[in-house]
């Protein structure tokens, strides 16, 4: 890993999702889900990259591709300079990626058991994921990543997911993946589940955590407005290709093609002061 090495690289990617599964006896494809995308985020562009498009368009896969969750057909994919896919090269192994690359999912009440109390999983991230104090003593780590999203340990300490709101899991998911200490967090719609009252809280939080911590994000939204409010670097996808690619400002104040204008007129005003 290196200092000026990109914060995430995606050269050429395809998926393209085969047809009939395991028992549909196709092995045909559908229509590419990724058509040879290509992007990066360097340290100087920023810390958040979105990634906006309609339903369908490849951004789920996109994200699980660089979580390592779906296998690409070809492409490459390395964070801060590490290879997480590459075509017949080394990559890391699984629990490097993990160090470097968290996810935050769509809905927060699946990414805690309700068998276990919340705490646990912040405990087993810091055994499995932390260096050789944290394992030894998790508690710093844990006290730290929970201050970081608002929360304190004694709130949440022998509690399950029931004594918490949908915003509130949210902010442990974050907790839990700052525990990693990762370069990047990948965010996929991780607000559309979440209370409208409490969505900007958590975009919020993101952009306080890129600035403060340092680590990246890829937000992964079909809402233009926050993705504006949010990215220093923002993607558009349509159809499994990358229509649009830079600085906020530059494309959503000349869009190069249709379908962002028409996304634009979806949206009544944009305002980059918006907060809470
Ligand atoms: N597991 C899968 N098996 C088959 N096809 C899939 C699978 N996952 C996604 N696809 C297809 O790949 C394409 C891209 O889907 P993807 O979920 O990446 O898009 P998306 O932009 O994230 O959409 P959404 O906002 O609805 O989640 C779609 O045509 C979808 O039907």
Redesign the pocket.
Same mark, same amino acid.
């Given at each position: 890993m290196t200092g000026t090495a990109p914060l995430l690289e995606v050269r050429n990617l395809r998926?393209v999702? #085969? #047809?009939g =599964?395991l028992f549909g006896g196709g092995s045909g494809g =559908?229509?590419? @889900? &990724?058509d040879d995308v290509s992007l990066t985020l360097r340290p100087e562009d920023g810390k958040v990259l979105s990634i906006v498009?309609? +339903? /369908? +368009? =490849?951004? !789920? !896969? &996109? @994200? #699980?591709i660089v979580l390592r969750l779906?296998t690409a057909d070809s492409g490459t994919v390395s964070v801060a300079g590490e290879p997480i896919m590459a075509q017949g090269g080394r990559t890391i192994d699984n629990r490097a990626l993990r160090k470097l690359v968290q996810p935050i999912f769509?809905n927060p009440f699946e990414a805690f058991s309700l068998q276990l109390p919340v705490e646990e999983y912040l405990f087993r991230t810091a055994i499995n994921l932390g260096d050789a104090a944290m394992r030894r003593d998790p508690r710093p780590a844990i006290d730290e990543a929970l201050a970081a999203v608002g929360l304190s340990y004694s709130r949440v300490a022998g509690k399950g997911i029931r004594a918490f709101s949908g915003g509130e899991l949210q902010r442990l998911s974050v907790a839990r993946a700052l525990i990693a200490r990762p370069r990047l967090i990948v965010a996929?719609?991780p607000v559309s589940m979440v209370d409208a009252s409490l969505r900007m809280t958590i975009v919020n939080l993101f952009k306080e955590l890129s600035q403060k911590l340092g680590v990246a994000f890829v937000y992964?939204t079909?809402d233009l407005s926050t993705a504006y409010y949010l990215s220093d670097v923002m993607a558009i996808?349509r159809? /499994?290709a990358l229509v649009e690619f830079g600085r906020p400002e530059a494309i959503l104040q000349s869009p190069s093609n249709d379908y962002t204008r028409a996304l634009l007129d979806a949206i009544p005003t944009l305002d980059r002061r918006w907060s809470i």
């Open positions: 998926k999702y #085969r #047809r =599964g =559908g229509p590419a @889900a &990724l498009g309609e +339903s /369908g +368009s =490849g951004k !789920t !896969t &996109l @994200a #699980r779906v769509q996929d719609e992964i079909h996808m159809q /499994g």
